[in-house]
Every structure is written in structure tokens, then in C-alpha cells.
């Protein structure tokens, strides 16, 4: 059995926890694209874990852990991840692996992305800061360097050192004081022992687990509308976040894939520039935002809200070929003076489908909205759909209906076990 979990939206969606409840009986939780620019939390008791690089699922009780080849690696965010699993006393050798073809975000990387920032002015993209983008750029242009490389340390030193006269030079361009090679090659000197021993052929891993039938779960790392080829480019993220980039980022055929759960957030939300077609203002924004914790798990920053867009979701499930959905963070809707969802959008008199959008539509469109009578009641505690209140029923049904893919789990909380689960 093959699961590939994947963010619906513009991120933020609540796949970790999701992934978490899927992961109790697999063997192998697999994280396949993207960087530490991904923030995933997982809650257990009292405690809450926030991950950027280890896969969501490694809590499962047999779950082995990979991070492939379609992740870009920032080892002192990794190192800083495994310390605080083991600290759990979850020890990681022999559960965790990493691929030698993961490329390495290297200190220049971030200051590139702060200083391609600071160069836009007003025009910021609002990236994390985390030299994603730099780093895709460097693979793309065959200067990226990666656990490959690390292993080899004296083609490491080399290849860094190249690369850093380059990167120093634009570096000063921008003002920004360039970094000293010796330093940076001791920190990284360090990093290497840490994270060396974990490195495994995890095609090899993989190609093993599938023809012994064991139960693979694949976490994607952002929304598909960040999606690099079908964002609202070039706000988007640096890798394919669409459920073909399991076969690039981890070599798992597609035929393989037997259920691809998408996380549906019961509003939106996102954190960054560009366009948000449903985005709201106000008092019901800061509400939502206050009682859901909408602060980004990777960058700090309040995350702009808006109502559940439904004309992009389906085109999330269209292209992905969505088997059933899990709605999450529904308990952050009670009391709502209001409630929509929207059904579509209306540009310069015109229906226009989200595939025919680029962001400079998305930010003038008018999107057309439906709206639902709310509830009061407090539904943390409940654990069937039929207990839930009748306005909440109705609110699920539309969203199923409309999509056309069945909901499987309902989050109404964020504790491990507040979910409804259905057939």
C-alpha cells in the first residue's frame, strides 16, 4: 500500500498532523520534496513537534523515516531535528535515511535569498529566507552541491570553495558582506559527521519495501498551489508540489500509488506575497487567525486568511487525482458571525477556471461565493459525523459534493485523536 499526502491549498493545510494518524501502521514514512522552508507540527499529549526536514511520520510505532532525493537539505536545521527526536528517546540510527543525491542548501544560499529580497524593494516575493530558491537555481544550473559531494570531503572543500567565490561576488553587489571560506568549511566540517552516517540509497530502501509489499507513506512538503509550474508563478516554491513528484523526488512509480489523500483546510490560509483571491480583512480574519494560531511554523509570520476556495481546490484534486480528502482545522470555524465558500471566479464580466489564471488575474478577479448558515456549538469532542451540528453537516456535504472526492477524516481539533473518521 502506497499513500501520498498532499496540501490542497497555498500550504498550511494541517498535513502533518494527518500524516501522523496515517503513519501508525506503515513501515516507511517518506518525505520527498522541498526544503526547512516547509513547517509541519505533529501533537502528542501536551507535546507539540514542529518539523521542516524529517518526515511527520517517523512517530509512527514501526516507521522508519527517508528523506529522497527531491529534498534540498539544510544540515544544521536537520542536525537540530534529529537531536530533538532522540531526545524523545527515539533513537534515529537504522530509522533514519537520507539520500546522497539530496542537494544541500549551503550557507551563501541564504544570504543570496535575503539579498534578492532586499534588492526587490516593494516587490518583495516574500520568501522565507531560507535559501530555497538560490538553491534550486544552483541545481538547475548544475552548481549545486550535495550529500554526494559531502561525503567526499576533499571534493566538498573544492567544489564550496568555486562556488563561494562566485556567490561573494554578487554578495557584494548587493551590499551584503560576503562569508569568510575557512569559517563556513569548519561549520560544515561538523555538520558532516552528523548527518554522514545516515546516508543510504534510498531508491534501493524503497524498490525493496514495494516488492515486499510493506506500507509506504509519502508526505509532500507544500500546496499544490505553490506548485513551481502551476502557482501563480513566481509565487511559488521551488519544486513540483503535484503528486507526479514522488516519481522524481523519490523514484516510487506512479502506477504504484494506490490512494492520494489531499488535506483540505476548512478556510485558507498562506503566508508570503501574491495574489489570494478569497482573502479577508478584518475582524473575522483576525478571529480566525487568533483562535486557529495561524503564525507560520517555518517563518513566525501571521499567515493572511481568507474564506475555503473551492474553484482552486478542485483543480488540486483534478490534477492530482485526489482518492479522498481530509478536512482539518473545522473547530476554528465555530461562532462565525459568517461563513462562504467560494464557487468560482467571475473576471471582466467572464467565468475563468483557476487553470486559466496567472497572478495577475487571480489579484483582480471576483470570486463568486455561496454562502452557509454557521454554528455555535463547540465540536472538539466529537467523534461521529452524525453528532455534528446540522449547519456543520451540510457546510462538509457541499465541499464533498462540489469536489466530487469523498471526505475521509474530519480534524475538529488538533490533538492526535480528535478526528471523525468515515467509510
Not at 144 to 170: C, P, S, T, V
Not at 226 to 234: A, G, Q, V
Not at 383 to 403: E, G, S, V
Request: charge should be negative; aromatic fraction near 8%.
Amino acid at each position: 500500500m502506497i499513500t501520498v499526502v498532499i496540501g490542497t491549498q497555498w500550504g498550511d493545510e494541517g498535513k502533518g498532523k494527518i500524516v501522523d494518524l496515517l503513519a501508525k501502521d506503515v513501515d516507511y514514512a517518506v518525505r520527498y520534496h522541498g526544503g526547512n522552508n516547509a513547517g509541519h507540527t505533529v501533537v502528542i499529549g501536551e507535546k507539540k513537534f514542529f518539523f521542516h526536514l524529517i518526515p511527520s511520520g517517523i512517530f509512527g510505532k514501526k516507521s522508519k523515516g527517508l528523506i529522497t532525493n527531491g529534498v534540498i537539505l539544510d544540515l544544521s536545521v536537520l542536525t537540530e531535528e534529529i537531536k530533538i527526536i532522540e531526545e524523545q528517546g527515539i533513537p534515529l540510527k537504522d530509522r533514519l535515511y537520507i539520500s546522497p543525491r539530496c542537494h544541500l542548501i549551503l550557507p551563501y544560499h541564504r544570504a543570496l535569498d535575503v539579498a534578492y529580497e532586499n534588492a526587490r524593494g516593494d516587490k518583495k516575493l516574500g520568501t522565507t529566507g531560507r535559501g530555497i530558491g538560490p538553491c534550486y537555481s544552483d541545481k538547475v544550473s548544475y552548481n549545486g552541491i550535495r550529500m554526494y559531494e559531502l561525503a567526499n570531503w576533499d571534493l566538498f572543500k573544492e567544489k564550496f570553495a568555486f562556488q563561494l567565490g562566485i556567490k561573494n561576488k554578487i554578495l557584494e553587489t548587493f551590499g551584503v558582506k560576503p562569508l569568510n571560506l575557512e569559517e563556513e568549511l569548519e561549520k560544515m566540517a561538523d555538520l558532516r559527521k552528523a548527518v554522514i552516517p545516515y546516508m543510504v540509497d534510498t531508491y534501493q530502501v524503497i524498490k525493496e519495501a514495494i516488492a515486499k509489499d510493506e506500507k509506504i507513506l509519502l508526505e509532500g512538503a507544500h500546496g499544490i498551489m505553490l506548485d513551481t509550474d502551476w502557482s501563480p508563478y513566481p509565487y511559488a516554491t521551488g519544486s513540483n508540489t503535484v503528486v507526479g513528484g514522488v516519481n522524481c523526488g523519490a523514484g516510487v512509480p506512479d502506477r504504484k500509488i494506490d490512494r492520494v489523500v489531499g488535506i483540505v483546510k476548512a478556510f485558507t490560509s498562506r503566508v508570503g506575497g501574491g495574489p489570494l483571491p478569497t482573502e479577508l480583512h478584518g475582524e473575522i480574519a483576525d478571529s480566525i487567525r487568533e483562535k486557529g494560531h495561524e503564525y507560520g511554523t517555518t517563518t513566525g509570520r501571521p499567515r493572511r486568511i481568507g474564506w475555503l476556495d473551492l474553484e482552486a481546490v478542485k483543480f488540486a484534486c483534478e490534477i492530482n487525482t485526489i482518492s479522498d480528502i481530509a478536512i482539518t482545522k473545522l473547530d476554528i470555524l465555530n461562532g462565525l458571525p459568517e461563513l462562504k465558500v467560494c464557487i468560482g471566479y467571475e473576471l471582466d464580466g467572464n467565468t475563468v477556471p483557476y487553470s486559466s489564471c496567472g497572478y495577475e488575474e487571480l489579484a483582480r478577479l471576483k470570486p463568486v461565493y455561496k454562502s452557509f448558515p454557521t454554528w455555535e456549538e463547540d465540536i472538539t469532542g466529537i467523534r461521529t459525523f452524525a453528532d455534528l451540528p446540522k449547519n456543520c453537516q451540510d457546510y462538509l456535504n457541499y465541499i464533498q459534493d462540489f469536489l466530487g472526492v469523498k471526505i475521509s477524516i474530519v480534524s475538529v481539533s488538533p490533538e492526535r485523536d480528535s478526528n471523525i473518521y468515515r467509510q
